[in-house]
């Protein structure tokens, strides 16, 4: 469903945030336009006044539609799937739309949070750069394991069958951190075959932090 001239959508990302990429991934899966507007966490930018007076959290993602303003990824991919509800980021039984959004709370709240920027920068000043990447692995990996667990009787091409949900749409962020922290995806098959398969999905590939507007190479 794209969105009519007279609706105004923008989205403040940066491209290497897995919070903002799920939101990018959702946007593009139901084709909705938006003007993208980078804030480089990296440098700071998060915190400086103007950002604070539309989010005092100072995170990104942050979705402003029509004049309004909501921040944190998993609230703003609920609300795009609300507002627009075509293709929908869920299946249509009730039991697996409850295993999506258990997918997508452990990798929002169990997985990514423990190795975000300011998390991984706080370990580097009290144990060093090499703990910093340890601690990365550990919980990544951690979270892997149960995922792999939990999907093996559920998926298909796609987290749950061969349908895309909001499961994948959080998962491939995470994969990509994985990578990033040099996690070896071979440990974890499933999740590197349903990763290989989304990942060349056209709307998939548009999100992906190196086709952003505001992309540098940046360390682990």
């Known amino acids: 469903m794209a969105t009519s001239n ?4 923008k ?45 005092a959290f100072s995170t990104v993602p942050v979705l ?12 703003i991919l609920e609300y795009l799937e609300e507002k627009y509800p075509e293709p929908s980021l869920f299946p ?5 739309r409850a295993l999506v959004r258990q997918v997508v709370n452990n990798i929002v709240s169990s997985i ?21 990447l340890k601690w990365a ?11 792999e667990a939990l999907l093996t009787t559920e998926a298909g091409k796609c987290c749950f069958g061969d349908k895309f949900s909001m499961a994948d749409a959080v998962l491939i962020p995470q994969v990509y951190n994985a990578r990033r922290f040099k996690v070896d995806m071979e440990k974890f098959p499933l999740l590197k075959r349903i ?20 992309f540098v190479p940046l360390r682990p």
């Open 11 to 55: 989205l403040y990302s940066f491209c290497h945030s897995s919070c903002s990429f799920r939101v990018r991934i959702a946007l593009a899966y139901k084709g909705i336009s938006y003007e993208y507007i980078a804030i480089n966490l990296s440098q700071g930018e998060q915190f400086s006044d103007d950002f604070k007076k539309i989010n």
């Open 195 to 214: 990763a290989g398969f989304i990942e060349e999905l056209p709307f998939v590939q548009a999100a992906k932090p190196e086709k952003q507007p505001d």
């Open 6 to 9: 007279k609706e105004i959508v």
């Open 64 to 75: 402003v539609d029509n004049g309004f303003i909501v921040s944190d990824s998993l609230a």
């Open 137 to 147: 692995q550990y919980f990544i990996e951690n979270g892997f394991i149960a995922l």
């Open 92 to 96: 249509a039984d009730s039991k697996k």
């Open 112 to 132: 990514q949070p423990l190795q975000n920027l300011n998390v991984l920068k706080k370990i580097e000043a009290l144990a060093g750069s090499d703990e910093r």
